[in-house]
């Protein structure tokens, strides 16, 4: 049976077929031909004006930031749903809590449900241009709602309901929304968090609100409505059980689909917007082609709201396939509660993290011989670089006929720029490629391409999913300074896009990452990524995560502490700080020998589990212009602890 990256290939041009990098190439050379190529291969409708041949009718400037794509073109994400429901059977989503509790979406009931939620929202005043949010756990009601948004030309905004509620309003708060989906709690570590005054909270930050959507989760406690003054409530549960023919709006290819939020970890969060079309050409050339989902397929990454990879994980609707929510912890009561739930949902697609793989290989666990995973064909892991050990691990005790796509993207764009793509070799820590339509380079601070060397990693063409703009950012400042205005040896490069990571490209064109290039390790005039550090140190038996800074100090100082937290029953003794010493100078460098070896409460990350280098760095060399918001970190008790410890450094 032949992938659809197969299919595809097979309708362009001689030369390309059959070769991934010749195809590669093409569709950075000509990328108004391979956007056309797949508008058609995947015969997406138009209801605006003509699509005529030639660039021009795809993109008549090409230059960034301000490229347009698609000038005249009238679309709507959710035709792209409807369209899988009309022709597929089964469930369309599916919601599974830590209890095990399911909620189940069919295929064919998606359109009633999506239809009468979208009429109570616009009898509630919600219209094209209005702004709905979403303050939930990982439930399929997020996605219904989300989709009733669209549907209406409304724009959707999501916080994961782990945020505190100020956390979540200075979000959401930015957007002025017309209305606000919430729940009463949700079940975690086998606990139950109870939301709802925090949901109060958030609805009296919120005075936009003309209308506020409930959902109950079973377990909790009913919502109380008193307070919320005049707005309409909607009962989720009693809207779709009376189904309405969903009525689709038009929209212009760059019509805001949603609102995505920066980390927010040293500043205000930014909002990214992207538009309709872009999002849906990008999302079935990587979702459709790379990752070869289509109808029977099974789709989990295990996400929250506020993670792109919510939005990411709905693409597998636009191909056919049933996505898969997960609201708990992943590693509740153990760390084989992900891989139980592969095998009883059939998963054929898993997206995770390195941490989960990390806590399941530390825990001695064999999925491949304690589930049947025989459906599972691809795994995912994105979030932080995935070590090449971890690769091995899949490939022992996971299955090795299934495939391991380490991707990387960013919220900036929804999307991935390189990873795994069907057909392609795997190499234990590496990316396979970069994805067709991603002009992913390598460059010297003198702007010369690397190749098999360490640099900054840019995008050289652009992207129909780039932002189609910051919220809030009129005159484009903001989003020109995020990305293009950066200054090289050589001065300015006008119409590229600096990613912030370092990355080698390879010769076979596959990428490694090396970890945010503002987080560099400068040991004696040696640059280094903290990912090459995190995977010799992270393969220790007993090490469960590290974290290594480099601090600038007085008169030309540095100090490269490296903080660790252990497994249960291990201590850090001097031998393990010789043999985790003795592992770096041996596997990686001399020269990048952490100073200090010092066991930490926890490590610091954003909510979406990135390691929050850059600002910490800060902290520890006592600079008092570091501005970190703790209500976008995982654990804010942990910034009293590393202050303290950079007080107590003595250069």
Request: net charge negative.
């Given at each position: 049976?032949?992938?659809?990256?197969?299919?595809?290939?097979?309708?362009?041009?001689?030369?390309?077929?059959?070769?991934?990098?010749?195809?590669?190439?093409?569709?950075?050379?000509?990328?108004?031909?391979?956007?056309?190529?797949?508008?058609?291969?995947?015969?997406?409708?138009?209801?605006?004006?003509?699509?005529?041949?030639?660039?021009?009718?795809?993109?008549?400037?090409?230059?960034?930031?301000?490229?347009?794509?698609?000038?005249?073109?009238?679309?709507?994400?959710?035709?792209?749903?409807?369209?899988?429901?009309?022709?597929?059977?089964?469930?369309?989503?599916?919601?599974?809590?830590?209890?095990?509790?399911?909620?189940?979406?069919d295929?064919a009931?998606l359109?009633?449900?999506?239809?009468?939620?979208?009429?109570a929202?616009?009898?509630?005043?919600?219209?094209?241009?209005?702004?709905?949010?979403?303050?939930?756990?990982?439930?399929?009601?997020?996605?219904?709602?989300?989709?009733?948004?669209?549907s209406?030309?409304?724009?959707?905004?999501?916080c994961?309901?782990?945020?505190?509620?100020?956390?979540?309003?200075?979000?959401?708060?930015?957007?002025?929304?017309?209305?606000?989906?919430?729940?009463?709690?949700?079940?975690?570590?086998?606990?139950?968090?109870?939301?709802r005054?925090?949901?109060?909270?958030?609805?009296?930050?919120?005075?936009?609100?003309?209308?506020?959507?409930?959902?109950?989760?079973?377990?909790?406690?009913?919502?109380?409505?008193?307070?919320?003054?005049?707005?309409?409530?909607?009962?989720?549960?009693?809207?779709?059980?009376?189904?309405?023919?969903?009525?689709?709006?038009?929209?212009?290819?760059?019509?805001?689909?949603?609102?995505?939020?920066?980390?927010?970890?040293?500043?205000r969060?930014?909002?990214?917007?992207?538009?309709?079309?872009?999002?849906?050409?990008?999302?079935?050339?990587?979702?459709?082609?790379?990752?070869?989902?289509g109808?029977?397929?099974?789709?989990?990454?295990?996400?929250?709201?506020?993670?792109?990879?919510?939005?990411?994980?709905?693409?597998?609707?636009?191909?056919?396939?049933?996505?898969?929510?997960?609201?708990?912890?992943?590693?509740?009561?153990?760390?084989?509660?992900?891989?139980?739930?592969?095998?009883?949902?059939?998963?054929?697609?898993?997206?995770?993290?390195?941490?989960?793989?990390?806590?399941?290989?530390k825990?001695?666990?064999?999925?491949?011989?304690?589930?049947?995973?025989?459906?599972?064909?691809?795994?995912?892991?994105?979030?932080?670089?995935?070590?090449a050990?971890?690769f091995?691990w899949?490939?022992?005790n996971?299955?090795?006929?299934?495939?391991?796509?380490?991707?990387?993207?960013?919220?900036?764009?929804?999307?991935?720029?390189?990873?795994?793509?069907?057909?392609?070799?795997?190499?234990?820590?590496?990316?396979?490629?970069?994805?067709?339509?991603?002009?992913?380079?390598?460059?010297?601070?003198?702007?010369?391409?690397?190749?098999?060397?360490?640099?900054?990693?840019?995008?050289?063409?652009?992207?129909?999913?780039?932002?189609?703009?910051?919220?809030?950012?009129?005159?484009?400042?903001?989003?020109?300074?995020?990305?293009?205005?950066?200054?090289?040896?050589?001065?300015?490069?006008?119409?590229?896009?600096?990613?912030?990571?370092?990355?080698?490209?390879?010769?076979?064109?596959?990428?490694?990452?090396?970890?945010?290039?503002?987080?560099?390790?400068?040991?004696?005039?040696?640059?280094?990524?903290?990912?090459?550090?995190?995977?010799?140190?992270?393969?220790?038996?007993?090490?469960?995560?590290?974290f290594?800074?480099?601090?600038?100090?007085?008169?030309?100082?540095?100090?490269?502490?490296?903080?660790?937290?252990?497994?249960?029953?291990?201590?850090?003794?001097?031998?393990?700080?010789?043999?985790?010493?003795?592992d770096?100078?041996?596997?990686l460098?001399?020269?990048?020998?952490?100073?200090?070896?010092?066991?930490?409460?926890?490590?610091?990350?954003?909510?979406?589990?990135?390691?929050?280098?850059?600002?910490?760095?800060?902290?520890?060399?006592?600079?008092?212009?570091?501005?970190?918001?703790?209500?976008?970190?995982?654990?804010?008790?942990?910034?009293?602890?590393?202050?303290?410890?950079?007080?107590?450094?003595?250069?």
């Open positions: 049976m032949t992938t659809a990256i197969e299919r595809f290939a097979d309708g362009l041009p001689d030369g390309v077929r059959g070769d991934y990098a010749a195809m590669w190439q093409w569709s950075i050379d000509e990328p108004a031909r391979f956007w056309r190529a797949l508008w058609d291969f995947f015969d997406l409708e138009n209801r605006g004006a003509p699509l005529d041949s030639g660039d021009d009718a795809v993109l008549p400037d090409p230059g960034m930031p301000g490229a347009r794509w698609f000038p005249g073109v009238e679309l709507n994400y959710v035709d792209e749903v409807l369209r899988h429901a009309r022709d597929a059977k089964g469930p369309a989503l599916v919601g599974i809590d830590e209890a095990g509790e399911r909620t189940v979406v295929r009931d359109p009633g449900q999506i239809g009468a939620l979208a009429a929202l616009a009898d509630a005043g919600v219209g094209r241009g209005d702004v709905v949010v979403g303050y939930l756990p990982d439930v399929v009601e997020a996605m219904t709602v989300f989709l009733a948004t669209a209406l030309g409304a724009i959707w905004s999501g994961g309901a782990d945020y505190a509620p100020d956390g979540a309003a200075a979000r959401l708060g930015q957007l002025a929304p017309s209305a606000l989906i919430v729940a009463n709690g949700y079940r975690y570590n086998g606990k139950w968090i109870d939301k005054s925090h949901v109060d909270e958030l609805v009296a930050a919120l005075p936009t609100l003309r209308a506020i959507v409930t959902v109950h989760i079973e377990g909790g406690p009913d919502l109380c409505t008193d307070g919320w003054g005049e707005v309409t409530v909607i009962d989720h549960a009693a809207v779709v059980a009376e189904a309405r023919t969903p009525q689709v709006t038009d929209v212009a290819f760059d019509h805001p689909l949603w609102v995505l939020f920066s980390s927010g970890t040293t500043g969060p930014k909002g990214i917007v992207h538009g309709h079309g872009g999002v849906v050409l990008e999302h079935l050339k990587v979702i459709s082609l790379h990752s070869d989902l109808p029977g397929d099974v789709f989990f990454w295990q996400t929250a709201l506020s993670w792109m990879m919510w939005n990411y994980r709905v693409a597998g609707l636009l191909c056919g396939a049933t996505v898969i929510c997960y609201s708990g912890s992943p590693l509740y009561p153990d760390a084989d509660r992900l891989w139980s739930l592969l095998e009883r949902e059939g998963v054929t697609y898993f997206g995770t993290s390195p941490g989960q793989l990390q806590a399941s290989r825990a001695g666990l064999h999925p491949g011989t304690d589930h049947d995973l025989h459906r599972l064909a691809t795994l995912g892991s994105t979030g932080s670089t995935l070590a050990d971890l091995d899949v490939d022992e996971v299955g090795a006929d299934v495939a391991v796509s380490s991707v990387s993207g960013g919220t900036d764009v929804v999307t991935a720029f390189a990873g795994g793509s069907v057909g392609e070799p795997v190499v234990p820590g590496e990316l396979s490629v970069r994805y067709l339509g991603v002009a992913l380079h390598s460059w010297a601070p003198d702007r010369t391409e690397l190749v098999d060397e360490v640099g900054e990693m840019v995008i050289t063409t652009p992207m129909p999913s780039m932002p189609v703009s910051f919220w809030a950012d009129d005159d484009g400042s903001r989003y020109r300074a995020a990305y293009f205005e950066h200054e090289w040896d050589q001065g300015p490069a006008p119409g590229v896009w600096r990613h912030g990571d370092w990355v080698t490209v390879t010769d076979r064109g596959s990428v490694v990452i090396h970890g945010r290039s503002d987080a560099t390790l400068n040991r004696h005039g040696i640059r280094m990524g903290s990912a090459d550090i995190y995977e010799v140190v992270e393969a220790v038996p007993e090490v469960a995560e590290a290594v800074l480099g601090v600038d100090g007085p008169d030309g100082a540095y100090w490269m502490p490296l903080f660790v937290t252990l497994v249960d029953g291990a201590v850090l003794d001097d031998a393990l700080i010789r043999r985790i010493a003795s770096v100078r041996t596997r460098s001399p020269r990048h020998v952490p100073d200090e070896v010092i066991e930490a409460p926890g490590i610091p990350h954003t909510r979406t589990g990135k390691k929050l280098e850059v600002p910490v760095t800060g902290i520890l060399a006592g600079r008092t212009d570091v501005a970190i918001d703790p209500r976008s970190m995982d654990d804010p008790s942990l910034l009293e602890w590393f202050t303290a410890q950079g007080a107590a450094h003595r250069w």
